[in-house]
């Protein structure tokens, strides 16, 4: 995903009330801009980082930059949760998780379960139904190793209970984990931040939920999906890792 226009280079102040941020401009100009990631966004909110934001002049906007990366560890950090449908999407159809770019359609969004909406529902004629939800990861402890979740989630856990479902249904389920940064070369499920969804995760993985870890090369001018990662093994005795 190729950035509209360039972004802007910033220096974080603060991020607060999860929405908003403010940020000073190179020439010291100070700013109040939007934050698209009501997370915890834990290790990306340190002041004094450098971000980088996109610039919207849409009349009806309040705030016309938006917050897209944030430099920690040393590399890029895309916090935007609302493009890692789209770059799953990208994803797929460049052949990189699996077989599911051979599925004939592709939807965004469709209601399924228990009252939800699965993120990308691939449907084939001769291969049925694959539902496919996305989860963005940004949250890194060690060098190399991605982490999810930052915070608990009961959300995330419901969701792969009821991608559980859908295998038991007959159809197929897959867990797709969006990596925003790329100097990670695997993903672990965060047990000791979120045991609650850490079991789910083991549940779903033995009711046959397939799980990816995909990494994106981050910069100022895009976002790409370059890749799978393994997902780690470590702590769950009936894992399977697809990647």
């Known amino acids: 995903m ?44 340190t002041p004094g980082s450098r971000i980088w934001m996109s610039e919207h002049d849409s009349p009806t906007r309040k705030y016309r930059q938006m917050l897209e990366i944030v430099e920690a560890d040393g590399t890029l950090v895309g916090i935007n949760t609302g493009l890692p ?15 599911l770019h051979l599925y004939e359609n592709l939807a965004r969004e469709q209601k399924y379960g228990r009252n939800s909406r699965i993120d990308i529902l691939l449907s084939d004629s001769l291969r049925g139904l694959a539902y496919v939800e996305v989860k963005n990861v940004h949250f890194s402890r060690n060098p190399g190793v991605a982490e999810f979740p930052d915070s608990p989630t ?46 789910a995760f083991d549940r779903a993985m033995t009711r046959g ?3 990816y870890a995909v990494k994106c090369l981050v910069s100022p001018s895009e976002i790409a999906p370059i890749g799978l990662i393994a997902i780690d093994e470590a702590g769950a005795s009936a894992i399977r890792n697809f990647a």
């Not at 929405?19 to 000073?24: G, N, T, V």
């Not at 559980?164 to 790329?182: F, K």
């Open 2 to 45: 190729i950035f509209d226009r360039p972004l802007v280079p910033a220096t974080l102040v603060q991020r607060y009330k999860r929405f908003l941020f403010d940020a000073l401009l190179a020439d010291g100009t100070a700013l109040t801009g939007s934050c698209p990631n009501t997370g915890s966004m834990r290790g990306l909110t």
């Open 85 to 99: 449908n789209r770059l799953a999407e990208e994803a797929i159809r460049l052949g990189l998780v699996a077989d």
């Open 154 to 199: 009961a959300r995330g856990a419901k969701h792969l209970e009821e991608l559980g479902d859908m295998v038991e249904a007959g159809h197929r389920a897959i867990m797709v984990y969006l990596v925003q940064r790329s100097d990670c070369d695997h993903l672990q499920i965060c047990r000791d931040y979120d045991p609650v969804y850490a079991a």
């Open 209 to 211: 939920v397939e799980a």
